[in-house]
């Protein structure tokens, strides 16, 4: 590291959301512990995403929701560095900017939170026209087409925000992620995890994406000291499979990858809205290849009618999700 490098003051961005400070938190002091010669501060900024809170998700738009406010202030080099939850981040980004480290992954499920008095019940043994609340399209597919009896209705608000509403009985569960309630110190709110089987998470999900300039070398020389490589692989495979389908986080798109060895194993799914269709299937390779991976799973997806599906979806939720 250069002697500027060295003695220079790094100034972090993040959402104000209490999720995202404790995960820019955590960033922050591990990069202290590893770099005490240089100081890091943290500037706050609520998005589009954080301020629209009456709207579905999906009816919002999805190209940069909860990244463009943070996306600006980098450019305009009034901060370095941004924290994203990498779920949130678009995987085409701004001329200029680059993600430049992911972290290690926590669990990347999906949690069934429930109300109390379905604290006996699974989702699986929830009575029919129980009421789980979700903002995501690729929850609500991959559940109503193995729960068709249930009823979804949407849920908005930061984590605090959704189980306070299930907590007054506006839903009767609710869907979170596992790694978002964990960081939160809430483990016990995770009714059940789960399976893959059943949903399939999101791209990302779990893991952290650090997004940079692209002309900063000092700080991704720094960035490197929380990056978490088969995380990474996976997470690469992950968003050129995204990428690939032209999908956003508003679309029912799910994945799971494992690495074992030097093998990297992806699945992938597209589903109608409805859950009337969905199409799944994986690809297995070299990690190194990740990226590679991801197109040919995209690819064996669309021979099998995921074009004619995101068309669809497309059309009815527009083309910027």
């Not at 990347?108 to 399209?137: F, Y």
Request: with cysteine; proline share 3%; glycine share 8%.
């Amino acid at each position: 590291m250069t002697a500027s490098a060295a003695t220079r003051t790094i100034r972090i961005a993040s959402r104000k959301s209490q999720l995202a400070l404790v995960q820019t938190h955590w960033v922050r002091d591990t990069l202290q512990a590893a770099y005490p010669e240089i100081t890091f501060e943290i500037e706050t900024m609520s998005t589009q995403g954080d301020n629209i809170l009456d709207v579905a998700l999906a009816k919002i738009g999805d190209k940069g929701l909860f990244t463009k406010e943070l996306e600006v202030g980098m450019l305009a080099n009034q901060t370095d560095f941004a924290v994203h939850s990498l779920k949130d981040l678009p995987t085409k980004l701004p001329e200029g900017l680059m993600l430049s480290c992911i972290t290690e992954r926590e669990n990347p499920a999906d949690a069934l939170v429930v109300h109390e008095k379905h604290k006996d019940k699974l989702l699986e043994t929830l009575p029919a026209g129980a009421v789980i609340g979700t903002s995501s399209l690729r929850r609500l597919a991959q559940l109503r087409h193995h729960y068709p009896h249930l009823e979804f209705k949407d849920v908005r608000g930061n984590l605090n925000t959704r189980l306070a509403k299930l907590d007054e009985g506006q839903y009767d569960a609710i869907i979170l992620a596992v790694a978002g309630l964990e960081r939160l110190g809430m483990p016990e709110r995770v009714h059940q995890v789960i399976p893959a089987e059943v949903s399939l998470h999101a791209v990302g999900q779990g893991a952290l994406g650090i997004e940079c300039r692209s002309d900063d070398p000092e700080t991704q020389a720094v960035l490197k000291a929380i990056e978490h490589l088969p995380t990474t692989y996976r997470c690469l495979a992950e968003r050129s499979f995204l990428r690939s389908l032209e999908g956003g986080c508003q679309v029912p798109i799910g994945v799971n990858t494992v690495i074992e060895g030097e093998t990297l194993t992806l699945k992938g799914m597209v589903a109608k809205l409805d859950g009337s269709v969905m199409i799944k299937d994986e690809v297995s390779g070299a990690a190194t290849d990740c990226e590679a991976l991801g197109i040919e799973l995209a690819t064996k997806l669309r021979a099998q009618g995921a074009t004619e599906i995101l068309e669809e979806i497309f059309q009815t939720v527009g083309r910027d999700n």
